[in-house]
């Protein structure tokens, strides 16, 4: 084991190495059920597209319910505990779903609870790998490392939706979910071999007020006069995101016609532009700036999703895969510059509950946006609602080019940095 990692100045490099691979593999299972999940709802219990759309929002839903608490959550428990604890709790969800299906009692409810708590535990495990990263890699190391963090979720993007796809139809959907299952179990063992992160490096907030602490978190995010745009941003293309979730497994199989492994090697698509923006991020933010990559990427990526609705089958197939991959890659670089921006610029002792109040505005747009996808879809037809879903992606660049982001070359110049101080008195 590592040494302890102290005053969250010592870096260990092998906690690091432990960290990622805890992250990939719960990643993989999770881009498995990516497609698993709704195939299940569509093929064994056919679902309708709306209650498609309800069974994603299910999914996402937890940041609404949990997402400002959870930093205040992630400051108050220990962060390896809290971590395993969260991979055991998703474990347990999913596992449920297959043994429902062999005992001959999964039902729509038991899928969409299976969800929803999945979902909940997700909240909490991403607000507290946000706090963590920064206490084991140097700040100059920082956007690198998120590169490489979303560029391996790139690659479990890609990978995990082609397996998933392969897994049902080979074993059915409710199989697929079993790989999920076995991802979370993985994952906590090796978190369990992790070194305690000490309440020093966790910024443990003072004894004050549950509320207290949640409005000091918010307050800083909302007088940031570039987090806060940033902040909006992410939630228009959250939306979009949480639609096109809800939406295409469904416009995929029922309008194009496509069989599911076909249909996870285009849903795949999204990990490829993830991929591509990752590795790009770092090196095009540093020689034309953060900010200006990140208008540039999100214009270019709403672009380019305008391609996805002209799939209708099999041989127009790469409009999807250019529409999806375009949209992710500007998602990515856009969200990698953001992140660093925060883990740089935001006070220690208010890192994890500013993230997680970014989290719960953002990533509370997909559950949003996956409802209303389906109510769209379900009244005027899944072609009309993927057009609209995709004409919401300029949303985010619009958001960005009428603020004070258009107008920096990095989101962290010193004339846009608050003062700590005004906000915590």
């Known amino acids: 084991m590592t ?14 190495w432990r960290f990622w691979t805890a992250t990939t593999v719960s990643g993989v299972g999770s881009a ?12 064994v219990l056919h679902a309708s597209v709306a209650q498609v759309g309800l069974l994603a ?11 400002l608490p959870a930093g205040v959550i992630v400051q108050r428990f220990p962060l390896r505990g809290l971590q395993v604890a969260t991979d055991l709790i998703r474990l347990v969800a999913l596992t449920s779903i297959p043994v429902a299906w062999w005992l001959g009692h999964l039902t729509y409810a038991h899928l969409v609870l299976a969800a929803l708590t999945v979902g909940l ?52 959907p409710v199989g697929a979910l079993c790989v999920d299952a076995v991802s979370y179990l993985v994952s906590a063992l090796t978190l369990r071999t992790l070194p305690e992160l000490p309440r020093t490096a966790a910024a443990s907030p003072a004894r004050t007020g549950f509320g207290r602490q949640i409005r000091e978190g918010w307050q800083f995010v909302v007088r940031h006069p ?3 745009p940033c902040m909006w941003w992410a939630t228009a293309t959250n939306f979009v995101c949480g ?23 285009l849903i795949a698509a999204d990990g490829v532009g993830a991929l591509v923006g990752s590795l790009a991020a770092a090196r095009l933010a540093a020689r034309f700036g953060t900010a200006r990559v990140m208008v540039l990427a ?3 990526g709403a672009v380019l999703a305008l391609a996805m609705p002209l799939t209708v089958g099999l041989g127009s197939a ?14 990515v670089i856009g969200s990698i510059v953001t992140r660093t921006h925060r883990q740089t610029e935001s006070p220690p002792q208010l890192l994890a509950r500013v993230m997680a109040t970014v989290r719960f505005v953002s990533w509370g747009a997909s559950p949003v946006g996956a409802v209303v996808s389906g109510l769209v879809a379900a009244t005027a037809g899944l072609r009309p609602a993927l057009w609209l879903v995709c004409a919401c992606a300029f949303v985010g660049p619009v958001v960005l080019l009428t603020s004070r982001v258009r107008e920096q070359r990095d989101l962290s110049e010193e004339a846009v940095r608050p003062r700590p101080q005004s906000v915590i008195q």
């Open 3 to 16: 040494a302890v990692i102290t005053g969250g100045t010592t870096r260990s490099f092998s906690s690091f």
């Open 32 to 43: 498995v059920t990516l497609v698993a999940l709704p195939l299940v709802a569509v093929t």
């Open 57 to 67: 929002a299910a999914g996402q839903a937890g940041w609404l319910i949990l997402g």
């Open 121 to 172: 535990a997700t909240v909490v495990f991403d607000v507290g790998n946000a706090t963590f990263l920064p206490a084991v890699v140097d700040k100059k190391d920082l956007t690198a490392r998120n590169g490489l963090m979303s560029g391996t979720l790139a690659v479990t993007q890609t990978g995990g939706p082609s397996l998933g796809g392969l897994l049902v139809q080979l074993s059915g």
């Open 226 to 228: 570039v987090m806060m």
């Open 243 to 265: 639609a096109l979730v809800a939406l295409t497994p469904t416009y995929l199989v029922r309008e194009a016609h496509l069989s599911p492994f076909v249909v996870g090697l």
């Open 298 to 300: 999100s214009l270019t």
């Open 318 to 331: 790469l409009f999807f895969v250019a529409g999806n991959a375009g949209f992710n890659a500007g998602v």
